[in-house]
């Protein structure tokens, strides 16, 4: 059971260019999640799909974009990097959309010079 | 929209003695109260919950309390060990319709010295 798998773990790219994160759980859950970390500012939520077919901003959705593949997978496309979004990306899911267990991926390392 | 204030940033204790981590909250909505750890590397981890209609929830050597009137919330954690070193997290849960989306207070490292 690999629980939340993120890909890829490291990514280092140039300021324009863009790129995918993806991610996958088996856990059967219905509602998944993206999260920036940076130092000092904990977790911030930057898009979320409450159920597979929909997704919605969260509190720093801009410069991404996300897609709900299927009810495993959801991806955070980032179309043209900027250094400001260099962080630790995390993939997370839950059974629903009412409070629960968070369950986390190992995080995504991406730079941007 | 919710706000999470967590203190301190930083907490160093000596195996054996007690750590106590605390948060504020501001949407007196919020019903649900996690605390997540995070080890270097990895992501976090649900360590233990409160909902709003409960003061105290322990598990084991972790405990968290809730005081809903002063909207405040705090994880307790007796007989440190080493392993207990980490980043914790609070959380709130908004609650808007259905949707019940965390925001994250900015952690606390503990470092727990043998």
């Known amino acids: 059971n690999a629980g939340v798998t993120q890909t890829p773990k490291f990514q280092v790219l140039k300021t324009g260019q863009s790129m995918t994160l993806q991610c996958a759980q088996d856990?059967?859950?219905?509602?998944m999640y993206w999260y920036r970390q940076d130092p000092g500012m904990g977790l911030r939520l930057i898009y979320y799909s409450a159920s597979e077919g929909t997704t919605d901003k969260g509190e720093v959705p801009n410069g991404y974009n996300v897609s709900r593949l299927n009810k495993r997978e959801f991806s955070l496309r980032l179309e043209s990097a900027a250094p400001s979004q260099t962080s630790v990306y995390f993939c997370?899911?839950?059974?629903?959309?009412?409070?629960?267990?968070?369950?986390f991926g190992e995080g995504s390392r991406l730079t941007v010079l | 929209g919710e706000n999470v204030e967590q203190h301190p940033s930083t907490l160093s204790v000596q195996e054996g003695d007690s750590a106590v981590i605390k948060c504020t909250y501001s949407d007196s909505a919020s019903n649900y109260f996690p605390w997540y750890k995070q080890e270097l590397g990895k992501g976090p981890q649900l360590i233990i919950d409160?909902?709003?209609?409960?003061g105290e929830k322990k598990d084991q050597r972790i405990a968290v309390t809730l005081n809903k009137t002063a909207k405040h919330f705090s994880l307790h954690i007796t007989e440190t060990q080493p392993e207990d070193s980490a980043v914790y997290f609070c959380a709130a849960s908004i609650v808007r319709g259905s949707q019940g989306n965390l925001i994250f207070g900015k952690g606390t490292k503990l470092s727990v010295k043998p």
């Open positions: 856990m059967n859950h219905n509602s």
């Open positions: 997370a899911s839950k059974v629903s959309d009412a409070p629960g267990e968070l369950f």
């Open positions: 409160i909902r709003s209609n409960v």
